[in-house]
């Protein structure tokens, strides 16, 4: 057996919720697209939903769908792609909100689903996904008359708290919302930690949850353990891996470890990462196979069965800046062949 094991903590998932939830007054709810960015959106919402969730966040309908049969039929699942051709049938069967983005997706709403709820999504100055305040306008009261169950923006620099594009979004949506009655949203984790004037009436945690920046104090959430199949002593000279792109300078004892690309361990981290064998680091050799990565375990007395790439000693964003991303990108890539344990 040489499969990996992604253990999800569910238990610091909770923690980091609570966090992330008492940092307002707001309605708290959860961001789940993507399979709860990789880690599972039927468990990782399950847990949610009993530790008091009541709307849940997907980016498309078809995961709205799959999310429904998983948690029942209580909370709001709200989809920010809003109502798109062919959904009707799906949104109504599975009780799903869409967050309307368009003048055209509106109309699209009240002709085939009359009466079926919904929410609205602005465009604030991302220029992404919403109304923009012209757009707004001519509908606002049409669409108002009809009760929204939420009105809600994206803030597009929140990670960074000094770039004045926050103040600035913040004074669009105050201007195309102040007074409505509907419940307002503004902020994923990153509004939630600039602070009330931010929080609005619902909040939208996602990365903060799983343990990703910019939320600083997230207890790590994934826990990556990479099984070794084999060791050998490289003499001096001597290369390892596709390309011959790492050359031993001197006799290294070298472990193969059984995942690669194709899990999700991005070939652009080569170069930079290291794995954890209990508490020492051993650097990553040469290029990422597709199924096989060399790492250098020289320093330790004996070889562990199975290496740490994430968990305590290491984090999706201090692996995600190994290949020049951020931790978003590092859970979403997670691949399908590890075998998933989730704690509690
Ligand atoms: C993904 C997303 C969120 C969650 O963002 P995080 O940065 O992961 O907290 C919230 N709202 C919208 C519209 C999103 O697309």
Redesign the pocket.
Known sequence: MVQSVLTVDLAALRHNWRSLASCSDAEAGA?V?ADAYGLGAGRVANMLAKEGVRRF?V?LTEEGAALRKAVGSGPEINV?SGHMPGDAQMLKAAQLTPMINSIDQMLRHVESLPGHPFGIQLDSGMNRLGMEPAEWSALREIALAQQPTLV?S?LACADEPDHPMNAHQLNVFRQMTDGIDAPRSLS???GILLGPDYHFDVT?????MYGGLPFLDAQPVAHLHIPVIQTREVDAGESVGYGNTWVARHPTRVATIAAGYADGILRAMGPKAYVFADETRCKILGRISMDLICVDVSELDAVPDMVELLGVHQGVDSIAETAGTIG?EILTSLGGRYERRYID
């Open positions: 961001v697209k966040f980016a920010f809600m994206h994923a984790t990153g939208r945690p996602g990365i903060g978003y």
